[in-house]
């Protein structure tokens, strides 16, 4: 039953990681198409995200030492929050800049 758990948890990782992956590449593109700030912001909060995800695999896979375990988890839980954070207020800034657009063709 552990090692189906393991399993379990290393594809949602993995899942969690390719999804925002995806979400990055197309901020990216979006950026370059429209240069809004609110596309970098919301780029950066995904990379840290994909940051996240790459310290969560490395504790499943490298880590055996409770320490280094430890360590990662940390890092990983300061990465996460500071995704949650900035993606909020890329959102934010790019919900506000839509409503200015809505506004100015009506």
């Known amino acids: 039953m552990a090692g189906h758990l393991h ?4 594809y949602t990782v993995l899942l969690g990681f ?22 970098v912001v919301l780029a950066a909060s995904s990379g840290l995200g994909m940051i996240y995800s790459a310290l969560i695999l490395m504790t499943l ?22 995704q949650c954070a900035i993606g909020v207020w ?6 506000r800049a839509f409503e200015k657009a809505s506004a100015e063709r009506r």
């Open 18 to 39: 390719f999804t925002t992956l995806a979400m990055f590449l197309l901020q990216l593109r979006t950026y370059w198409r429209v240069d809004h700030r609110s596309l």
């Open 61 to 82: 896979v490298l880590a055996s030492d409770m320490a280094l375990r430890w360590f990662f988890y940390v890092a990983g839980a300061l990465f996460l929050t500071a």
């Open 7 to 10: 399993a379990l948890i290393f």
């Open 90 to 95: 890329g959102t934010a800034s790019l919900f």
